[in-house]
Nanobody
Framework: HVQLVESGGASVQAGESLRLSCAASGYTYSRYCMGWFRQAPGKEREGVAA????????YYADSVKARFTASQDSAKNTVYLQMDSLKPEDTAMYYCAAVARFWAPCGTATNEYQYWGQGTQVTVS
């Protein structure tokens, strides 16, 4: 059973940066899609980035391209989301999610993912 724990959320000013972390445990397979999602109050959860843990391919939503960077540290079973030039509209609860997947592509649709973390809050003012 895969467990995911996010951290790194905070309240920041517009233009500042944050790095979110997602530590995974309980892997029973070597290839996963790891996705980053966010959900603002009153809005649907949306995918912002996804990374394939074996292949390394990364996908971004258009709304965050050039500002957000996903990465991973395989030795630590941790994925990261570096968020630069933050805007008030980036305010949301951020979640990471995982699904076993032999091959890319990794999508950013919520129904593609099986395991979810509890989320970490990002507030930009």
């Amino acid at each position: 059973h895969v467990q995911l724990v996010e951290s790194g959320g905070a309240s920041v000013q517009a233009g500042e940066s944050l790095r979110l972390s997602c530590a995974a445990s309980g892997y029973t397979y070597s290839r996963y899609c790891m996705g980053w999602f966010r959900q603002a109050p009153g809005k649907e959860r949306e995918g912002v980035a996804a990374i394939h843990t074996h292949i390394g391919t990364i996908y971004y939503a258009d709304s965050v391209k050039a500002r957000f960077t996903a990465s991973q540290d395989s030795a630590k079973n941790t994925v990261y989301l570096q968020m630069d030039s933050l805007k008030p509209e980036d305010t949301a609860m951020y979640y990471c999610a995982a699904v076993a997947r032999f091959w890319a592509p990794c999508g950013t649709a919520t129904n593609e993912y099986q395991y979810w973390g509890q989320g970490t809050q990002v507030t930009v003012s």
